[in-house]
């Protein structure tokens, strides 16, 4: 069974800073990985996305990599702000298309 | 292109009732899957439908169940409601199964039990 995993579970950071989040998930057979914003009480807005045949994606100052041989991917934000502080959830999608989520890392920017 | 929409946004239920929410995908999607989040098990994947038809289901009671309807909007009964299944539960909608598609997330319903 598909295991995703986010380290660090938290994570707090002055406002400017670059910083980088990890997902580990266990099985490869993956179609794609999502990166998904969630703010508190609210749904999930979906950040990036990468086919199982990419390497990286970016979309402004986010950029996300995937290593599907050894299960991993990084969402990597540039120059913080307190705008960016959520919970940033990882997923993948199977061939059953459902998506298994990661825990995720909550982020905060500090001013 | 408007998003995924759910209604109702928050309900509040009694112990033993039983509750239906609404999704209605992203116009031309047609695949439709639910997912629950809870504070104890994050997110976690309740059922897909696709043209109509349950095509996955994930690992929850047969108190949840699902329908989808020819225009591809989808519901989600609950029956005899318990207090864990208090929960933000989710849609997602995407064009086809699987794939390179995204899948694209509503607001939620947030479901109170008491």
């Known amino acids: 069974k598909q295991e995703v995993t986010q380290i660090p579970a938290a994570l707090s950071v002055p406002e400017g800073e670059n910083l980088v989040l990890n997902c580990s998930f266990t099985?490869?057979?993956?179609?794609?990985l999502q990166w998904f914003r969630q703010d508190p009480g609210k749904g999930l807005t979906s950040l990036l996305l990468?086919?199982?045949?990419?390497r990286e994606q970016t979309s402004g100052r986010l950029n996300a990599s995937l290593d599907k041989s050894s299960g991993r991917s990084t969402l990597y934000i540039a120059a913080s702000q307190p705008g960016d502080s959520a919970t940033y959830l990882c997923a993948v999608l199977t061939g059953a298309n459902n998506l298994f989520f990661g825990t995720g890392t909550r982020l905060t920017v500090i001013p | 292109k408007a998003g995924v929409t759910q209604t109702p946004r928050y309900l509040i239920k009694t112990r033993g009732q039983q509750v239906t929410l609404s999704c209605s995908p992203i116009s031309g999607h047609r695949s439709v899957s639910w997912y629950q989040q809870t504070p104890g098990q994050g997110l976690q994947f309740l059922f897909e439908?696709?043209?109509?038809?349950?095509?996955n289901k994930g690992n929850f009671p047969g108190r949840f169940s699902g329908r989808q309807f020819s225009n591809s909007r989808s519901e989600m009964n609950v029956s005899t409601l318990e207090l864990g299944d208090s929960a933000l539960y989710l849609c997602?909608?995407?064009?086809?199964?699987?794939?390179?598609?995204?899948?694209?997330f509503g607001p939620g319903t947030r479901l109170t039990v008491t």
């Open positions: 099985d490869s057979a993956i179609y794609n």
């Open positions: 997602a909608s995407s064009p086809v199964r699987g794939g390179p598609y995204e899948q694209y």
């Open positions: 439908y696709f043209s109509e038809t349950q095509r």
């Open positions: 990468i086919q199982s045949s990419q």
